[in-house]
């Protein structure tokens, strides 16, 4: 397996996290396959599949746009499968499919559905691409596309509402390493200025999923990471270290998520920490 990134040139940063490409196992024999669960995350993602023989079954119609799930996915992995991806930040893929975001949530849709028949050629100029650099170059200018087409409509590029851009903030994985103090809904919409349904109207529509279930995957995404590196570090330490009141609404929260529990994931994770083993 092989696995590359980019992070992607100016504008497209502001709304695009990471570009990958993935090269599916070739020291396994032709024809092989296997499963993993896939975790959810905080973020929209387009997934092409370009291998010459045609797209997987995993990848209906050779792309898919993937909203923001709130439960793992088990995903059929081939020896042959390539594949490239685009990973949206939390809150800015909407200007991109030209609806709000939250018409996606928890949906795998044919990118077709959203872009058009200029997939197939997306597909086939990502083949015969020369290499890696060139297969980036083909994805920004894929979305520079999309830019393009939006600009001036409803819902063209922009900033995220500031009541968004705050919550999103305010609710970063990353935060529970320097303040364990994990702001609530009402604390967030008392300082936004904005009515409890208007905020979470907005957030919907930008971010894909309501603010309530939002905050706790950014919890669970946490506790992802930090159990991802350190493997050992006892549930309870892990449990209050994310912010939760104790082991058991951790542990809950984790299968709520997972679909199992966190000593499934140590005994399971693989290299990448949103991806692990297929369980039984």
């Given amino acids: 397996m092989r696995l590359a990134f980019r992070a992607p040139v100016a504008p497209l940063g502001r709304w695009v996290q990471a570009l990958w490409l993935y ?25 092409i599949d370009f291998a010459a023989g045609g797209p ?31 990973q949206f930040h ?6 991109f499919f030209g609806l709000p975001i939250s018409e996606l949530a928890d949906q795998e849709v044919p990118l077709r559905l959203l872009w058009g028949a200029g997939i197939d050629d997306l597909r086939e100029r990502l083949h015969l691409a020369g290499g890696d650099a060139q297969r980036f170059d083909v994805l920004e200018q894929a979305l520079a596309y999309q830019w393009r087409c939006r600009a001036g409509v409803r819902h063209a590029p922009r900033p995220a509402h500031p009541a968004v851009a705050f919550a999103l903030s305010a609710w970063r994985p990353e935060a529970l390493e320097t303040d364990l103090h994990w702001p609530s809904v009402a604390e967030l919409v008392e300082r936004s200025g904005l009515s409890a349904r ?49 082991q058991a609404h951790f542990i809950h929260d984790f299968r709520a998520f997972a679909g199992f529990t966190p000593g499934d994931y140590r005994a399971r994770r693989t290299a990448q920490a949103n991806h692990v083993s297929a369980l039984g």
């Fill in 23 to 47: 090269q599916g196992d070739g020291s396994v024999a032709a024809g092989s396959h296997w499963r993993e669960h896939v975790l959810p995350d905080r973020g929209v993602q387009i997934i």
């Fill in 56 to 86: 997987s079954p995993s990848v209906p119609e050779g792309a898919l746009a993937i909203g923001l799930q709130t439960c793992a996915s088990q995903v059929e992995f081939q020896a042959e499968m390539v594949l490239a991806g685009v």
């Fill in 90 to 95: 939390p809150g800015a893929a909407a200007p």
């Fill in 198 to 246: 208007r905020f979470i109207d907005v957030f919907c529509a930008e971010v894909g999923q309501t603010p309530k279930r939002y905050s706790r995957l950014c919890r669970f995404q946490a506790a992802v990471a930090r159990l991802h590196g350190q493997p050992d570090l006892e549930a309870t330490s892990l449990a209050l270290h994310c912010g939760y009141y104790d």
